[in-house]
């Protein structure tokens, strides 16, 4: 095997293309924009077998069918920009400066989709001859419920991976796991009153109050694994209800967004928020939230929110591959780590159980932060690993 390289043309290409990605705003289930700019780009490098399935996602394949198959895994959406005004420069601009592409999405992952693009696009050029197929799944709403795309793609298509490569940031470094994550809501029951004579009603803000401080204390109490690192929790929202603001509040409901590391699931965070309610002797209720959307294309989402943890063996041959791959291209030995956030591994490796690795450009501290970006750089160079490790895949000896 020797280093792959993307031509001086081609990476002019998927610069055009990713500025044009950036440039077109794409949160979840408004996609549909830049699904068709994808769809377009996939047909100028010469990938005729592309497909947009009932939920919305892009799909394409080269191989000659049959065989094993790897799975590249990218999503098209990305999150909302909120505070524009903390951006030092336009979301959708797509600025580059000093070797860096800005913008929103540009990191998480528009930047790591467009490298595997190009990456089928060395494959094609090169007259790869595979033993099996090469599939890009460029699915919808991972930001809102990660997995729901992949999963209705492999449920509903009939395509089955051997492997999955997720193109996350991941600094051109081998992601092996992550942890999982469950969102549950807290409602809190009060008594309504008039604001002037409180002592007549139970305010439920006052008792999710007492509840928010409770949760807090359960960290001490989280599984702690070696690799992934410890459960956490965290209350991400808080509303109320009552008849007017000069009313006692009946109902206060708490969001609550709980890390899950191997060894933990939705039992044992359930039990924990329980114990705590109970401890305080109130009235509340728990329970894990539902997902619900419709995409661009009209389909009809629903999924609870309860993300597992996963973890691939350090030495399973998945790894081994990917690090040989991109020590090949990069002429270092890539680090071996896991995300903090959660992905669409979650469905390929946390539920249907398909080897599953991460690797793409950009550093994960940059997702979801003003002045998003990502090094264009290692945009290339991911394009050339994503294309070794399918050849030492799938290449033919």
């Known amino acids: 095997m020797k280093p792959l390289r993307l031509p001086a043309e081609d990476r002019q290409h998927l610069l055009t293309f990713l500025r044009d990605l950036v440039r077109i705003p794409s949160p979840s289930t408004q996609e549909a924009d830049v699904a068709q700019r994808i769809v377009e780009e996939l047909d100028t490098v010469g990938l005729p077998e592309v497909k947009v399935d009932p939920i919305g996602n892009v799909v394409t394949r080269i191989g000659p069918g049959g065989g094993p198959t790897l799975m590249l895994s990218a999503h098209m959406d990305t999150v909302r920009v909120s505070g524009p005004e903390s951006w030092a420069r336009d979301p959708f601009s797509a600025e580059v400066e000093d070797g860096l592409l800005y913008g929103v999405g540009s990191c998480d992952m528009k930047g790591g989709l467009a490298a595997m693009v190009y990456a089928l696009k060395i494959l094609k050029d090169l007259g790869a001859d595979l033993k099996g197929d090469i599939v890009l799944s460029c699915v919808v709403q991972e930001e809102e419920c990660e997995g729901l795309g992949t999963r209705v793609l492999i449920k509903e298509s009939g395509i089955r991976p051997d492997w999955v490569v ?70 991400t929202d808080i509303s109320s209800r009552a008849s007017s603001r000069n009313a006692i509040p009946d109902r206060c409901s708490l969001i609550l967004d709980r890390r899950l590391t191997l060894g933990e699931n939705e039992t044992t965070a359930l039990s924990q928020v329980q114990r705590v309610i109970a401890r305080e002797g109130v009235g509340a209720t728990v329970a894990v939230t539902e997902y619900r959307a419709s995409s661009y294309t009209g389909y009809e989402c629903q999924a609870r929110k309860l993300y597992p943890p996963w973890v691939l063996s350090a030495d399973h041959p998945l790894v081994d591959a990917a690090v040989r791959a991109a020590q090949m291209q990069l002429k270092r030995r890539p680090g071996i780590t896991h995300w903090r956030f959660s992905t669409e591994g979650v469905y390929t490796a946390g539920e249907a159980g398909i080897p599953s690795v991460g690797l793409g450009p950009g550093k994960e501290a940059a997702a979801h932060t003003a002045d998003e970006h990502v090094r264009l750089e290692d945009v290339y160079t991911a394009a050339e690993i994503y294309a070794q490790l399918a050849l030492r895949l799938l290449g033919r000896a």
């Open 166 to 235: 997720i193109g996350e940031p991941t600094d051109l470094n081998i992601s092996r796991g992550q942890r999982g994550r469950l969102e549950m809501q807290v409602v809190t029951h009060g008594r309504s009153a008039h604001a002037a004579s409180p002592h007549l009603g139970e305010n439920a803000i006052n008792t999710a109050a007492r509840l928010v401080f409770g949760l807090e204390m359960l960290t001490e109490q989280m599984a702690e694994d070696d690799f992934l690192g410890p459960g956490t929790l965290a209350v």
